[in-house]
């Protein structure tokens, strides 16, 4: 009867389908497969802020990943779930016991009984559930990880992004402070032009209100800076104000804006995108999804195990002594509930979540590659916005000298100065910020290429 037993289940063990663990795959475009052998590659640098060539905010990044609590909290979470990946239990898992027995009296006229025994039993996954379980403990590790990672790239973003909008800020008040300089220059004109009786009041009044208009700006720049330097500290770990103090005097120096040394068309392979964390928890997702399913299938199969016991037992009565021991050894079949209606229906259940997150992770793939290429589209057209604002910033430049010469020579207003010096402002403003949103660019488009994640 046992061996018939074990015939059985081995049978039934061999029917057992394996669990699919091939990755999930994606046809691209063959435009998205070819790349030019000697083009610029986003891609050949993981520390791809250094491309800002600004050792600053390189210096911020390397605290905040070292210091940042939150990234710390992330890495142990991805830390635990490996380590419990060593308690799901093995194909062949050995269980085993011992006790032990010793009492004296006078029950049944027997002065002592002493004995030992030891339980073996080796259980066999006839139906692959226990491979399930660790194929889906190595997922959630997976998801995890890269949940991890995610952590990791979103500090980085969070820093450069910080450390960008300070340096941008502080350009803009000292842009403030070079319109406040013009600005008390004009006022100055209009004042000898109102002594000599060539000017008017309301000009004068106007220039006036217009110095105290950039005053007030001035304040209000200068308070957006503060806050940026207290939330770059908080970025990389510490409390607001505790930054090191040669960062913090490094941060408050007003510095050029960094701009990225890259050619506004770098060719990425779309199939790069696998860098990214989102696209990683989503194929850790559907690797749960078939572990879950070989789970459900595993359901339908018995169970075997091989059970072994040895008993030995010495009885004293009196002054006889009986010494006697009791072995066994054989197998134990448990087999599935009946009627299986319910456990197939679990199947299907599974076998649909399966294809529910293949169609996830193919959703988050073209996801992706929109993000990706758009990032493209968006760093090349910030780099000609950029290059546009410098010719027309210079230009202007060049109109507002020669219109303060012609109102010294009374050869143009002072409103017309005035017009022209609040569009050259404006003009420079836009400069900063177009340096700012190509910075930016570069920074969205790495991040969307998950550049900088754990591998």
């Not at 660790?134 to 997976?142: E, M, P, S």
């Not at 017009?419 to 400069?431: C, G, V, Y």
Request: glycine share 6%; with cysteine; net charge neutral.
């Amino acid at each position: 009867m046992a061996l018939a037993a074990m015939t059985l289940t081995s049978f039934l063990a061999a029917c057992a389908p394996a669990i699919d663990t091939t990755r999930p795959g994606f046809n691209f475009a063959a435009a998205f497969q070819n790349t030019q052998k000697n083009s610029t590659r986003l891609l050949d640098e993981k520390n791809w802020w250094h491309g800002l060539e600004d050792n600053v905010l390189n210096a911020m990044i390397e605290h905040a990943l070292v210091d940042s609590p939150d990234l710390a909290a992330a890495q142990l979470r991805a830390h635990a779930a490996w380590r419990e990946i060593g308690a799901v239990p093995g194909l062949r898992t050995v269980e085993s016991g011992a006790s032990a027995l010793a009492n004296s009296g006078n029950l049944r006229s027997e002065d002592s009984v002493i004995g030992a025994a030891l339980n073996l039993e080796l259980v066999f996954d006839l139906g692959r559930g226990r491979e399930a379980q660790r194929l889906g403990a190595i997922a959630q590790t997976g998801i995890a990880h890269a949940e991890a990672s995610a952590a990791r790239l979103l500090l980085i973003g969070e820093v450069a992004n910080a450390y960008l909008t300070l340096r941008q800020g502080q350009q803009h008040l000292a842009l403030v402070d070079r319109g406040l300089v013009r600005q008390r220059q004009t006022l100055a004109i209009a004042r000898d032009l109102l002594a000599e009786g060539e000017g008017t009041r309301i000009e004068t009044l106007r220039s006036e209100a217009r110095l105290s208009a950039l005053q007030a700006e001035r304040i209000q720049i200068a308070a957006a800076i503060e806050k940026d330097i207290l939330r770059l500290a908080v970025l990389t770990g510490v409390a607001p104000g505790g930054l090191d103090t040669r960062l913090e005097t490094a941060l408050r120096q007003v510095r050029s804006q960094p701009r990225p040394r890259l050619a506004p068309d770098p060719a990425v392979p779309a199939d790069l995108v696998r860098n990214r964390p989102d696209l990683r928890v989503a194929e850790a997702r559907y690797d749960a999804a078939r572990a879950a399913l070989g789970s459900a299938r595993a359901a339908q199969y018995p169970s075997l195990s091989l059970s072994g016991i040895i008993d030995v037992r010495e009885v004293r009565f009196g002054s006889t002594d009986r010494r006697g021991s009791i072995n066994s050894l054989g197998p134990t079949l448990r087999l599935p509930v009946l009627p299986q209606r319910a456990a197939r229906a679990a199947v299907d259940g599974a076998l649909l979540r399966v294809e529910a997150e293949y169609s996830s992770w193919t959703a988050a793939v073209l996801n992706s590659l929109l993000e990706v290429e758009t990032g493209l589209i968006d760093y090349r057209k910030s780099t000609q916005q950029e290059q546009a604002s410098a010719r027309t910033v210079a230009l202007q430049t060049q109109a507002y000298t020669l219109m303060k010469e012609a109102v010294r020579e009374g050869g143009a207003t002072l409103a017309e100065l005035a017009t022209i010096e609040r569009d050259l402002m404006d003009l420079e403003s836009t400069q900063i910020n177009a340096r700012f949103l190509r910075a930016q660019s570069f920074v969205a488009l790495n991040i969307r290429l998950g550049l900088g994640s754990m591998p």
